[in-house]
Protein backbone atom coordinates (compact mmCIF):
# COMPACT_ATOMS: atom_id res chain seq x y z
CA UNK A 1 0.00 0.00 0.00
CA UNK A 2 2.83 1.91 0.78
CA UNK A 3 4.86 1.34 -2.01
CA UNK A 4 1.85 2.08 -4.21
CA UNK A 5 1.04 5.46 -2.61
CA UNK A 6 4.87 6.21 -3.36
CA UNK A 7 4.73 5.26 -6.76
CA UNK A 8 1.56 7.59 -7.27
CA UNK A 9 3.11 10.17 -5.67
CA UNK A 10 6.78 10.15 -7.79
CA UNK A 11 4.66 9.59 -11.06
CA UNK A 12 3.05 13.01 -9.77
CA UNK A 13 6.23 15.24 -8.98
CA UNK A 14 7.64 13.78 -11.97
CA UNK A 15 4.73 14.71 -14.03
CA UNK A 16 4.60 18.52 -12.05
CA UNK A 17 8.00 18.76 -13.65
CA UNK A 18 6.89 17.88 -17.19
CA UNK A 19 4.36 20.68 -16.85
CA UNK A 20 6.55 23.01 -17.15
CA UNK A 21 7.48 22.82 -20.94
CA UNK A 22 3.80 21.90 -20.93
CA UNK A 23 2.98 25.65 -20.44
CA UNK A 24 5.62 26.79 -22.32
CA UNK A 25 4.12 25.46 -25.52
CA UNK A 26 0.36 26.38 -24.65
CA UNK A 27 2.57 30.04 -24.04
CA UNK A 28 3.99 29.15 -27.54
CA UNK A 29 0.60 28.46 -29.24
CA UNK A 30 -1.30 31.15 -27.60
CA UNK A 31 1.30 33.86 -28.48
CA UNK A 32 1.42 32.65 -32.53
CA UNK A 33 -2.38 31.94 -32.83
CA UNK A 34 -2.50 35.82 -31.17
CA UNK A 35 -4.18 35.33 -28.03
CA UNK A 36 -3.51 37.70 -25.22
CA UNK A 37 -3.83 34.89 -22.20
CA UNK A 38 0.31 33.25 -23.11
CA UNK A 39 1.76 35.73 -20.44
CA UNK A 40 2.67 34.52 -17.19
CA UNK A 41 1.87 38.16 -15.96
CA UNK A 42 -0.99 39.95 -17.96
CA UNK A 43 -0.08 43.01 -16.52
CA UNK A 44 3.94 43.49 -17.21
CA UNK A 45 3.76 40.44 -19.84
CA UNK A 46 7.16 39.43 -18.02
CA UNK A 47 8.23 35.66 -18.96
CA UNK A 48 9.52 33.97 -15.22
CA UNK A 49 13.19 33.20 -15.13
CA UNK A 50 14.07 29.62 -15.50
CA UNK A 51 14.51 29.43 -11.54
CA UNK A 52 10.90 30.74 -11.22
CA UNK A 53 9.08 28.10 -13.70
CA UNK A 54 8.13 25.65 -11.37
CA UNK A 55 4.75 27.27 -10.45
CA UNK A 56 3.98 25.62 -7.53
CA UNK A 57 6.51 27.06 -4.97
CA UNK A 58 6.67 30.02 -7.13
CA UNK A 59 3.03 30.28 -6.66
CA UNK A 60 3.32 29.56 -2.57
CA UNK A 61 6.09 32.19 -1.88
CA UNK A 62 5.30 34.79 -3.91
CA UNK A 63 1.13 34.34 -3.37
CA UNK A 64 0.12 33.89 -7.43
CA UNK A 65 1.42 37.25 -8.12
CA UNK A 66 4.33 38.47 -10.58
CA UNK A 67 7.61 38.76 -8.63
CA UNK A 68 8.29 41.99 -11.41
CA UNK A 69 4.59 43.90 -10.81
CA UNK A 70 3.10 42.33 -7.88
CA UNK A 71 -0.08 42.08 -10.01
CA UNK A 72 -1.70 38.68 -10.00
CA UNK A 73 0.15 35.96 -11.93
CA UNK A 74 -1.80 33.73 -14.79
CA UNK A 75 -3.06 30.73 -12.58
CA UNK A 76 -2.95 28.14 -15.57
CA UNK A 77 0.68 28.03 -15.06
CA UNK A 78 -0.47 26.78 -11.55
CA UNK A 79 -3.33 24.67 -12.65
CA UNK A 80 -1.32 22.90 -16.25
CA UNK A 81 1.39 21.87 -13.56
CA UNK A 82 -0.63 20.41 -11.20
CA UNK A 83 -3.14 19.10 -13.36
CA UNK A 84 0.15 16.94 -15.68
CA UNK A 85 1.35 15.78 -12.16
CA UNK A 86 -2.40 13.99 -10.91
CA UNK A 87 -2.54 12.42 -14.30
CA UNK A 88 1.04 11.33 -15.14
CA UNK A 89 -0.08 9.88 -11.38
CA UNK A 90 -3.53 8.19 -12.87
CA UNK A 91 -1.91 6.79 -16.05
CA UNK A 92 0.62 4.98 -14.23
CA UNK A 93 -1.68 3.08 -11.13
CA UNK A 94 -4.39 2.60 -14.06
CA UNK A 95 -2.22 1.02 -16.59
CA UNK A 96 1.06 0.31 -14.21
CA UNK A 97 4.85 0.23 -14.97
CA UNK A 98 5.56 -0.21 -18.65
CA UNK A 99 6.93 1.45 -21.82
CA UNK A 100 3.05 2.00 -22.80
CA UNK A 101 2.43 4.03 -19.63
CA UNK A 102 5.11 6.58 -20.11
CA UNK A 103 3.76 6.95 -24.27
CA UNK A 104 0.43 7.45 -22.57
CA UNK A 105 2.11 10.69 -20.03
CA UNK A 106 3.27 12.13 -23.10
CA UNK A 107 -0.43 11.74 -25.10
CA UNK A 108 -1.75 13.40 -22.01
CA UNK A 109 0.67 16.27 -21.80
CA UNK A 110 -0.24 16.18 -25.75
CA UNK A 111 -4.05 16.44 -24.61
CA UNK A 112 -3.52 19.02 -22.33
CA UNK A 113 -1.23 21.92 -24.63
CA UNK A 114 -4.83 21.19 -27.02
CA UNK A 115 -6.87 21.65 -24.20
CA UNK A 116 -5.73 24.77 -23.35
CA UNK A 117 -4.92 26.65 -26.59
CA UNK A 118 -8.48 24.81 -27.98
CA UNK A 119 -10.72 26.61 -25.21
CA UNK A 120 -8.61 30.20 -25.85
CA UNK A 121 -8.60 29.84 -29.46
CA UNK A 122 -10.72 27.38 -31.45
CA UNK A 123 -7.67 26.47 -32.80
CA UNK A 124 -6.13 22.29 -32.11
CA UNK A 125 -2.05 23.21 -32.97
CA UNK A 126 -0.85 20.68 -35.94
CA UNK A 127 2.12 19.75 -35.04
CA UNK A 128 0.16 18.43 -31.46
CA UNK A 129 -1.65 16.56 -34.04
CA UNK A 130 1.56 15.36 -35.64
CA UNK A 131 2.89 14.18 -31.95
CA UNK A 132 -0.30 11.89 -31.31
CA UNK A 133 -0.24 10.52 -34.49
CA UNK A 134 4.26 9.60 -34.40
CA UNK A 135 3.00 8.27 -30.75
CA UNK A 136 0.43 5.90 -32.64
CA UNK A 137 2.74 4.73 -35.11
CA UNK A 138 5.38 3.93 -32.85
CA UNK A 139 2.35 1.87 -30.61
CA UNK A 140 2.13 0.02 -33.96
CA UNK A 141 5.40 -0.54 -34.15
CA UNK A 142 5.60 -1.92 -30.60
CA UNK A 143 2.46 -4.35 -30.93
CA UNK A 144 2.17 -5.88 -34.56
CA UNK A 145 -0.64 -7.86 -33.28
CA UNK A 146 -2.80 -4.70 -32.98
CA UNK A 147 -2.15 -2.74 -36.30
CA UNK A 148 -4.94 -3.83 -38.29
CA UNK A 149 -7.04 -2.52 -35.49
CA UNK A 150 -5.28 0.70 -35.07
CA UNK A 151 -5.20 1.48 -39.15
CA UNK A 152 -8.86 0.52 -38.90
CA UNK A 153 -9.62 3.41 -36.35
CA UNK A 154 -7.62 6.36 -38.20
CA UNK A 155 -9.49 5.06 -41.62
CA UNK A 156 -12.58 4.86 -39.62
CA UNK A 157 -13.01 7.60 -37.59
CA UNK A 158 -10.79 9.88 -40.37
CA UNK A 159 -12.81 9.22 -43.16
CA UNK A 160 -16.34 9.87 -41.16
CA UNK A 161 -15.58 12.88 -39.30
CA UNK A 162 -14.11 14.29 -42.99
CA UNK A 163 -17.26 13.19 -44.01
CA UNK A 164 -19.00 15.60 -41.23
CA UNK A 165 -16.72 18.23 -41.60
CA UNK A 166 -16.91 18.74 -44.89
CA UNK A 167 -21.02 18.01 -45.38
CA UNK A 168 -21.38 21.11 -42.58
CA UNK A 169 -18.28 22.91 -44.32
CA UNK A 170 -16.73 22.83 -40.68
CA UNK A 171 -20.01 23.97 -38.70
CA UNK A 172 -20.32 20.51 -36.92
CA UNK A 173 -16.69 19.31 -36.80
CA UNK A 174 -13.67 21.47 -37.02
CA UNK A 175 -10.89 20.53 -38.92
CA UNK A 176 -8.30 20.14 -36.47
CA UNK A 177 -10.94 17.59 -34.65
CA UNK A 178 -10.59 15.65 -36.79
CA UNK A 179 -7.18 15.39 -37.63
CA UNK A 180 -7.39 14.92 -33.41
CA UNK A 181 -9.28 12.02 -33.45
CA UNK A 182 -7.77 10.44 -36.56
CA UNK A 183 -4.22 10.49 -34.72
CA UNK A 184 -6.46 8.91 -31.76
CA UNK A 185 -7.74 6.12 -33.98
CA UNK A 186 -3.94 4.49 -34.43
CA UNK A 187 -3.63 4.81 -30.42
CA UNK A 188 -6.71 3.82 -29.04
CA UNK A 189 -7.66 1.38 -32.49
CA UNK A 190 -11.13 1.26 -34.11
CA UNK A 191 -13.51 0.23 -31.01
CA UNK A 192 -12.00 2.74 -28.96
CA UNK A 193 -11.80 5.62 -30.74
CA UNK A 194 -15.34 5.55 -32.02
CA UNK A 195 -16.27 5.05 -28.24
CA UNK A 196 -13.65 7.85 -26.85
CA UNK A 197 -15.48 10.02 -29.41
CA UNK A 198 -19.24 9.60 -28.36
CA UNK A 199 -18.17 10.07 -24.75
CA UNK A 200 -16.35 12.59 -25.82
CA UNK A 201 -19.50 14.75 -27.27
CA UNK A 202 -21.65 13.34 -24.67
CA UNK A 203 -19.40 14.74 -21.79
CA UNK A 204 -18.78 17.94 -24.06
CA UNK A 205 -22.65 18.45 -24.56
CA UNK A 206 -23.04 18.14 -21.01
CA UNK A 207 -20.06 20.35 -20.20
CA UNK A 208 -21.37 23.14 -22.58
CA UNK A 209 -25.07 23.42 -21.27
CA UNK A 210 -24.19 24.06 -17.58
CA UNK A 211 -21.37 26.58 -18.79
CA UNK A 212 -23.55 28.47 -20.47
CA UNK A 213 -26.45 28.45 -17.64
CA UNK A 214 -23.62 29.39 -15.12
CA UNK A 215 -20.98 31.70 -17.06
CA UNK A 216 -23.48 32.23 -19.77
CA UNK A 217 -20.50 31.00 -21.99
CA UNK A 218 -20.51 31.90 -25.75
CA UNK A 219 -22.59 29.19 -28.14
CA UNK A 220 -19.47 28.39 -29.85
CA UNK A 221 -18.07 24.72 -28.25
CA UNK A 222 -14.14 24.11 -28.43
CA UNK A 223 -14.40 20.04 -28.95
CA UNK A 224 -10.82 19.96 -28.47
CA UNK A 225 -10.96 19.68 -24.54
CA UNK A 226 -13.98 17.08 -24.15
CA UNK A 227 -12.25 14.98 -26.96
CA UNK A 228 -9.11 14.76 -25.36
CA UNK A 229 -11.15 14.09 -22.14
CA UNK A 230 -12.92 11.19 -23.85
CA UNK A 231 -9.59 9.89 -25.36
CA UNK A 232 -7.63 9.73 -22.41
CA UNK A 233 -10.48 7.54 -20.28
CA UNK A 234 -10.52 4.99 -23.09
CA UNK A 235 -6.96 4.61 -23.45
CA UNK A 236 -7.14 3.77 -19.67
CA UNK A 237 -10.40 1.84 -19.00
CA UNK A 238 -11.97 1.97 -22.87
CA UNK A 239 -11.30 -2.24 -22.80
CA UNK A 240 -13.15 -2.27 -19.18
CA UNK A 241 -15.72 -0.16 -20.27
CA UNK A 242 -16.91 -1.90 -23.65
CA UNK A 243 -16.26 -5.52 -21.99
CA UNK A 244 -19.08 -3.83 -19.42
CA UNK A 245 -21.58 -3.14 -22.62
CA UNK A 246 -21.14 -5.86 -23.95
CA UNK A 247 -21.49 -8.22 -20.75
CA UNK A 248 -24.82 -6.49 -20.25
CA UNK A 249 -26.07 -7.24 -24.25
CA UNK A 250 -25.12 -10.58 -23.58
CA UNK A 251 -27.05 -11.35 -20.29
ZN1 LIG B 1 3.93 41.49 -13.83
Redesign the pocket.
Known sequence: MITLALKFLLACVVGMMFGIPVNMLISLFLKKLGNEKYAY?G??K?EPKWYERCSVPSFLLLKGR?R??G?KANKRFLLVELLNGLLYGIVFMANGIHVQSLLFCLMTSAFLVISFVDENTLEIPMPCNLFLGGIGILMCVMDLTSIKSRILGFLIIGAALYTLYALSKGAAIGGGDVKLMAAMGLILGWKKVILAFLLGCVIGSVCHVIRMRVSKAERVLAMGPYLCIGSFLCALWGDAMINWYLGLLVR
Open positions: CACKCSCA
